[in-house]
């Protein structure tokens, strides 16, 4: 059986559940000290119950949310990247207008995979690009597919 301090431990937002309950209580361990002198496990139950009811759901709510938007956010930025690096290219290999509205062609699938944040569809079709070493040279696919490394 689990002693005091280990089920108030157990409780990972201690401070959470305090504010729940609107209870202001700034030293956790003073009230894990009065919980086991006075035996009072009326309390320390309302505690774990507000923790597992409530406060933990919306913890690992929020962890979840905020991962989800960091991955979000990464792949994002590669794909941003990515099309940057493309533009970058485009705009250094002095093509023609013509070579221009190729190269976009070629890209156009890929450029709107990128925009919609979708690389592991893209990437498949970069790997499929056969460089001719005018519009798309070995370097720029090279580079591309570092770029698209996550």
């Known amino acids: 059986m689990s002693t005091i301090t280990e089920r108030f431990n157990n409780i990972s937002d201690i401070h959470g559940v305090f504010n729940t309950l609107n209870k202001t209580i700034p030293n956790p361990l003073i009230e894990l000290n009065r919980i086991i002198n006075e035996n009072d496990i009326t309390t320390l139950e309302l505690y774990e119950s507000t923790w597992i009811n409530t406060v933990k759901p919306f913890n690992d709510d929020y962890v979840l949310r905020k991962q989800?938007?960091?991955?979000?956010?990464?792949?994002?930025?590669?794909?941003?990247?990515?099309?940057?690096?493309?533009?970058?290219?485009?705009?250094?290999?002095?093509?023609?207008?013509?070579?221009?509205?190729?190269?976009?062609?070629?890209?156009?699938?890929?450029?709107?995979?990128?925009?919609?944040?979708?690389?592991?569809?893209?990437?498949?079709?970069?790997?499929?690009?056969?460089?001719?070493?005018?519009?798309?040279?070995?370097?720029?696919?090279?580079?591309?597919?570092?770029?698209?490394?996550?």
């Open 68 to 150: 989800k938007k960091e991955t979000g956010k990464a792949i994002r930025k590669v794909c941003e990247s990515v099309l940057d690096l493309i533009a970058g290219y485009n705009i250094e290999s002095n093509l023609t207008a013509e070579q221009v509205t190729e190269l976009e062609n070629t890209f156009s699938t890929i450029a709107m995979y990128l925009r919609a944040n979708r690389p592991f569809s893209a990437k498949p079709l970069i790997e499929a690009i056969v460089p001719d070493e005018t519009l798309v040279t070995t370097e720029m696919k090279t580079a591309i597919l570092k770029e698209l490394e996550l």
